[in-house]
């Protein structure tokens, strides 16, 4: 280690250039989550809806997006579609991939719930002449929801941590920012472990606030609470 | 000057390839290991012990793979050492691999009846051999599914190493698009490489899985 000072003040001074990227991160994050969420969500119910016809393309889409690295699929939108004439921001790029990420890992979460629905529920509701919608609403996605709530929160925290990846198109979310700062403090460390601490309270506030959601929509005390709280770890 | 986008070029992608595996093999070796040791700490019987391994899971689940990179790449270099991008490459991965194998280990550790520890602490084994003879060979079995499935997650990282310098696939597309500026083909090449290498592992963890539970009834 030698003589090697930790010297945190020059990047304290920068603190209002890593503000706006933090800013830019949590927009891209709030942004991007809540469109993936509703995505995700959508396909599974139409995978489930419709088996025979959505079944297929729904898959291929989830399976293509799980196996292969987020920066990749980031590099082909960003790089790919104005190649074909769609003129891209590095910001809407980096929505974009994100919300087309995100969109498979919880289709194929929700879509984990819906199949954990028994048969048996879905004839109980129907025999209590539920509509097939209400069927559907009622039965099958709430419980659904309710089920996979804790995992769908620990796959959002893992998005806005991955949002990092969008620095490497030039994003000014925090990670490049944090890069600026550093190509004009040389205090290379110092400005990565508190940008580290950033991320680490965002994680930390991203999970209160997501168990804080799973409590109001799945109150304690339901059934639907029930259902969180088995599969909460 | 614009190059094509040929054989060679092609050929040059799906070559580097090895690096990504290389990658991953020694992270999952360096973090496996420390993984283990996460585990174990994780399940003592010491409360501080308990909560340590449980801060050091949620701390790097907390962290971005990339933040886990610069800080390996800098903190390194300010050891004093110069050592190749590779190092720094396989440390960060491996920090980031000991944390999610940590939590994974301890639940399959977890998951065994609570009974097994009874029963053995009742035959006079030692902590070490309950270990060793009864909760081990149970946790590995459950463990295995979820661990394989991690692998997929760990190659997919170790795209990220790409900023520091090591051509593994995903620099080797940058370095290729660069020159040829076929974007579509470049990281369409990679993309399938990468597919190439995740899907079977993924097949395979959803197979375990399924035969897991085929045979645990109820």
């Given at each position: 280690m030698g003589g090697f000072q930790f010297q945190f003040a020059p990047v304290f001074a920068r603190s209002d250039v890593l503000l706006e990227g933090l800013w830019l991160t949590l927009q891209l994050s709030a942004i991007g989550i809540s469109l993936g969420a509703l995505l995700g969500i959508l396909l599974a119910m139409l995978r489930g809806l419709a088996p025979g016809l959505l079944r297929w393309p729904v898959d291929a889409y989830v399976e293509l997006v799980r196996n292969t690295p987020f920066l990749v699929q980031l590099l082909i939108i960003f790089f790919g579609l104005p190649s074909i004439g769609v003129k891209l921001t590095a910001e809407q790029a980096a929505i974009g991939a994100i919300i087309l990420n995100l969109g498979a890992y919880s289709t194929e979460i929700v879509r984990a719930g819906i199949e954990s629905i028994h048969r048996s529920q879905i004839e109980a509701g129907l025999s209590l002449a539920m509509t097939r919608w209400q069927v559907f609403r009622h039965v099958v996605i709430a419980p659904a929801l309710a089920r996979v709530w804790p995992s769908l929160s620990s796959q959002f925290v893992l998005m806005m941590l991955s949002t990092s990846v969008c620095s490497f198109i030039s994003v000014q979310e925090l990670s490049a920012t944090a890069a600026n700062v550093e190509s004009d403090t040389f205090r290379s460390f110092e400005v990565y472990i508190t940008v580290t601490a950033i991320y680490l309270a965002l994680a930390l506030a991203m999970r209160g606030l997501l168990a804080g959601i799973g409590a109001v929509l799945f109150?304690?005390?339901?059934g639907l609470g029930r259902l969180r709280a088995q599969s909460g770890r | 000057m614009i190059r094509t986008f040929s054989e060679s070029e092609f050929l040059f992608i799906v070559a580097s390839a090895r690096w990504t595996l290389l990658l991953t093999v020694l992270a999952l070796l360096l973090g496996g290991a420390l993984g283990f040791v996460v585990a174990l700490v994780r399940t003592s019987r010491l409360a501080p012990l308990r909560m340590l391994a449980a801060g050091w899971i949620g701390m790097i689940q907390g962290i971005p793979v990339l933040m886990l990179l610069f800080l390996s790449y800098y903190g390194l270099s300010l050891a004093g050492v110069d050592m190749p991008p590779i190092v720094a490459a396989s440390v960060s991965m491996a920090l980031y691999a000991s944390a999610y194998l940590g939590e994974i280990w301890r639940g399959s550790i977890q998951s065994v009846a609570w009974q097994q520890w009874e029963a053995s602490a009742a035959l006079a084994m030692s902590r070490a051999q309950q270990y060793r003879y009864v909760i081990l060979p149970q946790a590995v079995r459950i463990a295995v599914a979820p661990t394989v499935g991690f692998v997929v997650q760990l190659v997919k990282n170790t795209?990220?190493?790409?900023?520091?310098?090591?051509?593994e696939l995903a620099r080797a597309g940058n370095l290729v698009n660069n020159a040829t500026f076929a974007p579509f083909k470049v990281f369409g090449t990679v993309a399938a490489t990468y597919f190439v290498i995740c899907w079977p592992i993924s097949l395979l963890a959803r197979r375990l899985e399924g035969r897991l539970h085929a045979r645990r009834p109820g």
């Open positions: 109150p304690k005390g339901s | 795209s990220i190493v790409s900023i520091i310098g090591v051509v």
